[in-house]
Nanobody, 117 residues
């Protein structure tokens, strides 16, 4: 029902920046909390940042102050601006949409972020 497509991943040098985008197939206004998660091989998927329909944000301690999540409901898109990237930020980044009343989760296919040093 809800399709999410991530883009913007790639290779960047440590200290550089990337901007990830996640386009949703449905109107996400208010009804969906959106988030970014990341995963490396052999490890569990971890939360990076979330933003509620009301605009409240939450960040993992490891990215706080460096990453910024935002949303454009008119474009049905959520963004993750990543600055001052570190090698430990390298992972596959997944977009998540959670319906705030139905309690259903939807995931994108992921976009690879690589950080060289």
């Amino acid at each position: 029902q809800v399709q999410l497509v991530e883009s913007g991943g790639g290779l960047v040098q440590a200290g550089g920046s990337l901007r990830l985008s996640c386009a949703a197939s449905v109107n996400i206004f208010r009804a969906y909390s959106m988030g970014w998660y990341r995963q490396v091989p052999g490890e569990q998927r971890e939360l990076v940042a979330t933003i509620t329909g009301g605009g409240s944000t939450n960040y993992a301690d490891s990215v706080k102050g460096r990453f910024t999540i935002s949303r454009d409901n008119a474009k049905n898109t959520v963004y993750l601006q990543m600055n001052s990237l570190k090698p430990e930020d390298a992972a596959v980044y997944y977009c998540n949409a959670r319906h705030q009343t139905l309690g259903r989760d939807y995931w994108g296919q992921g976009t690879q972020v690589a950080v060289s040093s």
